[in-house]
């Protein structure tokens, strides 16, 4: 039995915090007490923390929730078993299912109703997952970026545990999931560049810029990463969470060029550049990868930044076309085909509070369109 002072240390974080010291030998992105970026993190000092949290709390624009949920193509378990492999399909934020070779993998899967540590408090969900957690296939692969809320949701982990091969996680992200119970047999942790085969297909975990954390004490006590996932000639670039930085050249240059780049637009702001990137970097970090298609991510299903919930898809369709960047917008649920990608319809648009709020990037992005 788990004595309370065991479940106090994890709840606050210190049994991360100590797990993350103990692989400091075994990796280069850990300086012997936390886990660090190759470019170093500006000092924001508390005034600019506590004018972050003062800002988030209670100076929110209006329409960074929509006034109605978003349209969603409702999925079937009949409906994956017929797909052609290479389909990939956006559940929601950064939860993506791939079926690959037959079998399918699923990326930070968060199917709560809410990316927090509390049921009844924190962002809660948009709209509902396109399929439910009880209906999705077995899967052959769970891979994980890194151990926020909104990317690792713990209830969803252990639900998906007895149907779930193997899942793939940064360095000591896998040791949270086996102090959850899952089984360590499952579980393979890898550093930066480092690569894991599983049948066919080739992962490699690539840098990203970022940080870590589940609680008060345990902050960057585990890694954060990018995924590269290869199928013989196909090639797909999962960002996770970053700024933008030099790895995202350094990673097309070794491991590209990408089919499709999957690479988070939302829940960003001019406050925090250095850990999430503006629309701007995330076509430019597409662009260092030697991307083909570019799919925008981490958008569309919580709350997490002071920008109108659609913005994120506004101005990156916009800036995407302006630079000659082919860009794909499936629905939530919709298929979508990672060797022949759609362009997909601007389905936030039709929200009801969409475009009144959306104007001026869909201006935009109209004057783009033309210039195609």
């Known amino acids: 039995m788990t ?3 065991d479940r106090i240390s994890r709840a606050l974080g210190f049994a991360a915090a100590e797990r993350g010291r103990a692989l400091s030998n075994a990796s280069p992105q850990h300086d012997g007490a936390r ?4 470019k170093p993190r500006p000092e924001e000092g508390l005034g600019k923390t506590l004018r972050i949290i003062w800002n988030v709390l209670f100076n929110k624009p209006r329409n960074t929730v929509p006034t109605q949920p978003p349209i969603v ?8 078993d017929a797909a052609p492999d290479r389909s990939l399909y956006r559940l929601g934020h950064s939860t993506i299912l791939f079926k690959l070779r037959g079998e399918y993998w699923l990326t930070d899967p968060v199917f709560g109703e809410r990316a927090s540590p509390f049921r009844r408090m924190g962002p809660k969900r948009f709209h509902a997952p396109p399929i439910a957690l009880a209906d999705l296939p077995p899967l052959r692969g769970v891979i994980l970026s890194h151990d926020h809320y909104d990317h690792l949701d713990r209830d969803t982990v252990l639900a998906l545990a007895a149907t779930t091969e193997v899942f793939l996680t940064p360095l000591g992200v896998g040791d949270r999931l086996i102090e959850w119970g899952i089984d360590a047999s499952k579980v393979r942790q890898l550093d930066w560049w480092q ?7 080739l992962f490699t975990a690539t840098p990203a810029q970022h940080f870590s954390g589940r609680s008060l004490f345990d902050g960057n006590s585990t890694l954060w990463a990018s995924w590269v996932i290869v199928d013989d000639e196909l090639r797909v670039f999962f960002s996770g969470d970053s700024g933008y930085f030099d790895g995202f050249r350094t990673i097309g240059e070794r491991l590209g060029p990408f089919d499709v780049t999957l690479i988070e637009t939302g829940a960003y702001d001019a406050q ?4 999430h990137m503006q629309p701007e970097e995330t076509v430019q970090a597409h662009i260092d990868l030697r991307g083909r298609w570019l799919a925008p991510i981490h958008n569309g299903t919580f709350d997490l930044a002071m920008h ?8 990156v369709t916009g800036l995407a076309l302006a ?4 860009v794909a917008t499936p629905r939530m649920g919709e298929r979508l085909d990672l060797e022949a990608p759609q362009r997909g319809e601007r389905w936030w648009r039709e929200v009801a509070d969409a475009p009144k709020a959306a104007s001026s990037w869909r201006m935009c992005a109209s004057r783009a369109e033309s210039v195609e």
Do not use: C, H, I, K
């Open 3 to 5: 004595s309370f002072t």
């Open 35 to 38: 886990f660090r970026n190759v």
């Open 73 to 80: 193509d409702t999925l079937t378990r009949a409906q994956l």
């Open 195 to 201: 690569s894991a085969r599983v049948g066919e297909l």
């Open 272 to 275: 925090w550049p250095y850990v």
């Open 308 to 315: 109108p919930w659609q913005e994120p898809f506004e101005r």
């Open 323 to 326: 630079r000659g960047v082919a």
